[in-house]
């Protein structure tokens, strides 16, 4: 779907990850697209720009015009990206974020709730993290778990994100320990937002959830 797509991989049939500059973090991010019978998930996209975005929004053209309904999921608000945009662009897409204080706004379009218990398409589902404003991102077809500010690809493997990224009620060790259940999941890659896929996903969850409760 996003084989036009300048630095889009597809990983296995269905699951895309791309990296774009953002102008203000500065660095390459990622992001992910699934897409499965009539449903296309979208979590943290950011849209390329310059010469590369006319073959995005082409391929969200493409898959919108056949019909297909659009999704997009926030693992965390900062990481709201070109949701705005591609809201303005497809009005039927459906945004999930969790929020605090039961808003339920971001960038001034309507959200929807991201909870665990929240019914999302293409078999995917939301992992509390330890912050009531993030969630982890489980696409179950693919046995894929993306995460947002919480996990850093950091030197090959993860890293729990640093205490002065989360909130202060919110320590390494409660976030390491809240991520636990993500173990029982029959992982078979993790792709962070913030860094490189690290080769050995389950050890190095492992070991990042470890180091932070250490």
Not at 166 to 189: F, H, M, S, Y
Request: net charge negative; proline share 8%; charged share 20%.
């Amino acid at each position: 779907m996003l084989s036009a797509v300048e630095h889009a991989v597809e990983l296995e049939p269905g699951l895309w990850r791309w990296e774009a500059y953002h102008p203000t973090w500065k660095k390459d991010v990622a992001s992910v697209l699934v897409s499965s019978g009539n449903d296309v998930v979208l979590v943290d996209p950011l849209a390329p720009r310059d010469d590369a975005a006319w073959a995005f929004w082409q391929a969200l053209d493409d898959a919108s015009g056949a019909g297909r309904r659009l999704t997009v999921i926030v693992t965390v608000p900062d990481h709201a990206r070109s949701a705005p945009a591609i809201v303005s662009r497809y009005p039927q897409t459906r945004i999930h974020v969790a929020l605090r204080r039961a808003r339920r706004s971001l960038a001034g379009i309507e959200v929807a709730p991201l909870e665990e218990s929240t019914p999302l398409p293409a078999g995917v589902r939301a992992f509390e993290t330890g912050r009531a404003d993030e969630r982890a991102i489980w696409i179950g077809p693919q046995r894929t778990l993306v995460v947002g500010d919480i996990l850093l690809g950091i030197s090959g493997g993860l890293s729990v994100c640093p205490a002065g990224w989360l909130p202060k009620n919110v320590t390494r060790a409660v976030v390491g320990g809240r991520l636990e259940p993500l173990l029982q999941l029959d992982i078979e890659r993790v792709i962070p937002t913030h860094g490189a896929p690290p080769a050995e996903s389950r050890a190095a969850l492992e070991f990042a959830l470890a180091e932070a409760q250490s």
